[in-house]
T-cell receptor
């Protein structure tokens, strides 16, 4: 029944590793997002996809690569993890349209050691 | 400025009303949101208001919007200990395709019994 689901919820990994976070939404929404919340709780958009097409790509290191195999899924792959990548990563989705509400997943807590 | 501003902390006694204030930046923002984040949890959409409204009430929650001053507030009546959380104000900027949320840094609400 979960609307926007992300896996894993917790991830602890060493510097230099490559890891992926998966996201799926069952709301039939056209648009999906990745947001990052840093240690000071500040939330900022990273990427947005609309119908599998990349729409928004903020100033994010190219070690971060989103992939959308279909409009219900948006995965985030991170290469060569660094300590500063430790954060909570939130997936979100919304129907297409300026007035449509954005719904968030539960978050993925990434800790790089 | 570019930032959505919120005060960082608010403490109230159980049963009192809480008022969390926010100043947003873009007068053309069409929708403004309040999200709640409990410790270790994801972002829960609490309520939102369309920019042509002055007020919206939803049970214990009242949202007031002053578009001239770009000021948004969230009032929680009869605040309970379970309301202790971080409350994020967000504005949606951009159109239907490039729209995204810009968040404040969150207000930590602590409710004392």
């Amino acid at each position: 029944d979960t609307a926007v689901s992300q896996t894993p919820k917790y991830l602890v990994t060493q510097m230099g590793n490559d890891k992926s976070i998966k996201c799926e939404q069952n709301l039939g929404h056209d648009t999906m997002y990745w947001y990052k919340q840093d240690s000071k709780k500040f939330l900022k958009i990273m990427f947005s996809y609309n119908n599998k097409e990349l729409i928004i790509n903020e100033t994010v290191p190219n070690r971060f690569s989103p992939k959308s195999p279909d409009k219900a899924h948006l995965n985030l792959h991170i290469n060569s993890l660094e300590l500063g990548d430790s954060a909570v990563y939130f997936c979100a989705s919304s129907p297409h349209g300026a007035g449509n509400t954005i719904y968030f997943g539960e978050g993925s807590w990434l800790t790089v050691v | 400025g570019e930032d959505v501003e919120q005060s960082l902390f608010l403490s109230v006694r159980e049963g009192d009303s809480s008022v969390i204030n926010c100043t947003y930046t873009d007068s053309s923002s069409t929708y403004l949101y309040w999200y709640k984040q409990e410790p270790g949890a994801g972002l829960q959409l609490l309520t939102y208001i369309f920019s042509n409204m002055d007020m919206k009430q939803d049970q214990r929650l009242t949202v007031l919007l002053n578009k001239k001053d770009k000021h948004l507030s969230l009032r929680i009546a009869d605040t309970q200990t379970g309301d202790s959380a971080i409350y994020f104000c967000a504005e949606r900027r951009g159109g239907s395709t490039l729209g995204r949320l810009y968040f404040g840094r969150g207000t930590q609400l602590t409710v004392w019994p």
